[in-house]
């Protein structure tokens, strides 16, 4: 069986700088994949070209076995690609209830029959229907966060792209959200997940890729990535094996990894180039980015 999706050599420059270079992998139907690297590494540009908000330099992307290399924003969502944001862009003014509606009218195929029955049956399953009727700005950030997942699962995607979606949420909130990622999954969604948090990483994803200066680094299990030496040194800097990684990588380089990226989370959305994306999210016109 193809790939569900198919990214081969794209690359995304800004005035000259590359953001992305060459990144090339595949994502089988069914899984959670993970997307780490340090700040800067090009996680969130390459979730904003896959998802259309931006337009690659060069590369091309190919989705259910079609070429979709540049398509918009409002394209890809149709197609059935869909984004969360690392800082939740909910349309403020509306109600809970009324952002979801937006992602069933504008989401992938034919719109649900209308009514509020849809729309409610998400927001039960993320835990927010007690808040349906709120305005979406009057939310908690853990809320709103949970709103941007229950926005992107309306409109009824393929391939979902999570961008860090569980950074600033309480160890409860986070427990939460992978719990509903894997039931996305099972449910038959494909899952590309840029987290900080190794921990969240590790716990649910299948395969993990690893990206560093716009490049991709490694490729493999969890387990795999864990122990592999150029993603310890990422992480941490200094060669492994030297005093200035030891004690700190452990003999497979987890802990070392794990703590550096914690640090790392706390910038929350600061990801150097990767801030780019800024405004990009607004050409989600389904729901996925502000009006």
């Given amino acids: 069986m193809p790939p569900l999706l198919s990214v081969e050599r794209l ?15 595949a994502l089988e139907q069914g899984g959670i994949f993970g997307l780490i690297g340090p700040n800067g590494a090009g996680k969130t540009t390459l979730l904003a070209v896959l998802a259309g908000a931006l337009r690659p330099t060069a ?20 197609h059935g690609i869909v984004r969360t944001h690392q800082v939740p862009r909910p349309f403020r003014t509306l109600s809970v209830l009324d952002n979801v509606e937006v992602g069933l009218r504008f989401g992938r195929g ?50 979902l792209l999570c961008d860090e979606i569980c950074s600033g949420l309480t160890a409860a909130e986070t427990d939460n959200v992978l719990r509903l990622l894997k039931e996305i ?22 395969r993990v890729i690893v990206m560093d200066h716009g490049q991709k680094l490694a490729e493999g299990t969890p387990a795999e990535v864990q122990r592999d030496p150029a993603v310890i040194e990422a992480y941490i800097g200094g060669k492994v094996g030297t005093a200035e990684a030891a004690g700190t990588a452990g003999a497979a380089g987890t802990e070392g990894i794990a703590g ?3 640090a790392a989370g706390a910038a929350a959305g600061t990801d150097g180039t990767d801030g780019t994306d800024g405004t990009a999210g607004r050409d989600g016109a389904a729901g996925t980015g502000d009006a």
């Fill in 11 to 25: 690359t995304k420059t800004f005035a000259g700088l590359a953001a992305l270079q060459d990144v090339s992998f």
């Fill in 59 to 78: 590369g091309r992307i190919v989705f259910e076995g079609r070429d979709r290399t540049g398509a918009p924003a409002f394209a890809a969502v149709r």
């Fill in 110 to 159: 034919k719109a649900p029959v209308a009514g509020a029955g849809p729309a409610m049956q998400i927001l039960e399953r993320v835990g927010l229907a007690p808040h349906a009727r709120a305005a979406a700005g009057t939310l908690s950030v853990g809320d709103q966060k949970r709103l941007e997942l229950a926005r992107a699962v309306a409109a009824r995607p393929s391939l």
């Fill in 185 to 206: 999954r099972q449910a038959g969604t494909t899952i590309l997940y840029v987290e900080h948090d190794l921990k969240a990483i590790m716990a649910v994803c299948d």
């Fill in 260 to 262: 550096t990226a914690g």
